[in-house]
């Protein structure tokens, strides 16, 4: 994988994901001995009170592996914690050797608390800096509704830029015997798509060469692209994602077939993978016709590529790629005779705010016959 030194660093940075915090609940009783020993209790043995799981599984970050089970602890110490799994990895080994298993991404303290009678918990947790300092520190709470305890938490992708609503569910007690029990609980198990043959590279890259003149191409277990072939089976073939034609090199001699994808990270860097595999199990196949998603138009701009989703009559959403993350801002729209599209959006933090504002003041002539968009820039 062919990708700059430093990009790289930045990129494992950003998988330390931050979140926010969650309050477990339980259930109201009667009799006040029982209500005392649900309270936090300091010293002594430390057993579970409360447990609730979370999972980040937003589309967009299947792509780049980011989804995600969170296993919200509340202990009778009063302490509170969240443990994350990145399912996408496919790893079912033991926590102790689970590189995508991660104890105490999140700490805090939780404590008892009451709301128009309804009793609950109320916690704070954050991610702990080397220093000791907190970041991402949040709050929330939930009460016992018929046994069953609900929060949503704010989880940040990247401390203090990038997060999102998380929903929690839990019980009074334990979920999971121990960690080990959380990973099996939620681990995948990867089915590749239907194929007739596959390409690979040596840093883990597969094409799945399917009927019809189509193909998907994967990062390890992740889907990263779409695409089309034609392959008139006396070595002359070509491959085409989005609307950049690959050349293919084949052997027909040494039944060989060959090419290289380059996958755009951000502006210029990208990643490079060199597909191969025998020639002879490609089908003879024209170009096989691209889904289009008649919602979605993606255009570019100063070397940025934008996607913008039209959810109804007024409201959309654009996005972009930064990094590893598919970066979303929900807005509105308003869309000319002509088919040029102004999106207005008001992103709520600097980061964003200042990623936003290279595109501020561009609007997008819609293509409908590709669903392109091409930049208007004021």
């Given amino acids: 994988m062919k990708i700059k030194k430093w990009l790289a660093t930045v990129l494992g940075c950003t998988l330390a994901v931050s979140t926010a915090a969650c309050a477990g609940v339980f259930a109201a009783c009667g009799n006040d001995d029982n209500d005392d020993e649900k309270n936090p209790s300091p010293g002594g043995e430390t057993t579970p009170a409360y447990q609730f799981l979370g999972m980040m599984d937003d589309d967009d970050l299947s792509s780049y592996g980011m989804q995600c089970a969170l296993w919200l602890q509340l202990d009778s110490d009063g302490t509170a914690s969240i443990d994350k799994y990145s399912y996408l990895s496919y790893d079912a080994s ?61 989880i940040p992708i990247v401390v203090d830029m990038f997060d999102r609503g998380v929903e929690f569910e839990g019980t009074e007690g334990a979920l999971y015997e121990d960690a080990d029990e959380f990973i099996t609980e939620n681990a995948l198990t990867f089915t590749p798509p239907a194929n007739e043959t596959t390409l690979t590279s040596d840093n883990g890259g597969t094409v799945y060469v399917q009927n019809e003149g189509k193909l998907l191409i994967y990062n390890g277990y992740n889907m990263i692209a779409e695409g089309t072939y034609e392959n008139d089976g006396e070595g002359n073939m070509s491959v085409t994602v989005g609307a950049t034609k690959i050349d293919v090199t084949v052997d027909a001699d040494a039944d060989t077939v060959s090419f290289t994808y380059e996958y755009a990270l951000y502006g210029d860097y990208t990643m490079t993978f060199e597909f191969s595999g025998k020639y002879s199990e490609i089908p003879v196949a024209e170009a096989g016709e691209p889904e289009v998603q008649e919602n979605v138009y993606t255009g570019t701009y100063n070397g940025q590529t934008w996607t913008l989703t039209i959810k109804d009559a007024t409201s959309c959403t654009m996005s972009t790629q930064m990094g590893e993350f598919n970066v979303p801002f929900n807005g509105t729209y308003v869309k000319d005779e002509q088919g040029v599209v102004t999106v207005t959006c008001n992103p709520d933090n600097e980061t964003m705010q200042g990623i936003w504002a290279g595109v501020k003041n561009v609007k997008w002539q819609l293509n409908e016959a590709d669903h392109t968009m091409t930049a208007i820039a004021e």
């Fill in 94 to 154: 033991p926590a102790a050797e689970n590189k995508n298993y991660q104890a105490d991404f999140m700490v805090g303290t939780w404590e008892k608390t009451e709301r128009d009678g309804v009793e609950g918990v109320s916690i704070e947790v954050g991610v702990k800096q080397e220093d000791g300092s907190m970041k991402g520190v949040t709050t929330a709470m939930a009460y016992n509704r018929g046994g069953k305890y609900s929060c949503e938490l704010t």
